[in-house]
């Protein structure tokens, strides 16, 4: 209970401090508290509270800071199995940004991207086809990656987005 009042606390006062701000510093501050906000608080309030919140969420990826992709990422995570519907209207902002993070400097950041993006193949067909090919593509160099880890994420995740529109599941 505390956890959701301290949100609905700051959500608002993060929100119009990010959006007031002309500093790109002072933005950057205000994403990685409203991501290490988004952290604690009970899924059910995320999901409660996400329309004036993904404007910001998006944005976030593309911080300077991996911390605050990298929670960012989980946080897409959590909402493209539970929210999806809100999400895919932002698919043509998304799917190409968090490609971008696939070519990360972290490691974790890399296979965090991956993961999301495998979990983009259960949107409707419609909506993530036309970046099928862009993804299958651009996903190749990961599959040189220096780590196994990500080179498996990638090979997993390829896989995934060469399937749509494939009747085999």
């Known amino acids: 209970f505390f956890k959701q009042r301290w949100f609905l606390f700051m959500s608002p006062l993060l929100l119009q401090g990010f959006t007031l701000s002309s500093s790109i510093e002072h933005k950057n501050r205000y994403m990685e508290a409203m991501s290490s906000l988004l952290q604690h608080i009970p899924k059910a309030v995320l999901l409660a509270e996400l329309p004036p ?22 946080t897409f995570r959590i909402l493209v199995r539970d929210a999806s519907s809100l999400l895919v209207p932002q698919v043509r902002n998304l799917v190409p940004t968090i490609l971008g993070l696939t070519r990360d400097d972290s490691m974790r950041v890399r296979m965090s991207a991956l993961e999301v993006l ?23 160099n990961n599959l040189d990656d220096k780590k196994r880890s990500v080179r498996r994420e990638a090979a997993k995740c390829r896989n995934i987005w060469f399937m749509i529109g494939t009747d085999a599941k």
Do not use: N
């Open 118 to 140: 495998s979990e983009f193949a259960s949107f409707p067909y419609s909506s993530i086809f036309p970046y099928r090919q862009q993804v299958v593509s651009s996903l190749q």
């Open 53 to 74: 919140i993904l404007p910001l969420l998006v944005q976030s990826l593309s911080s300077f800071d991996g911390a605050v992709k990298l929670s960012t990422l989980q």
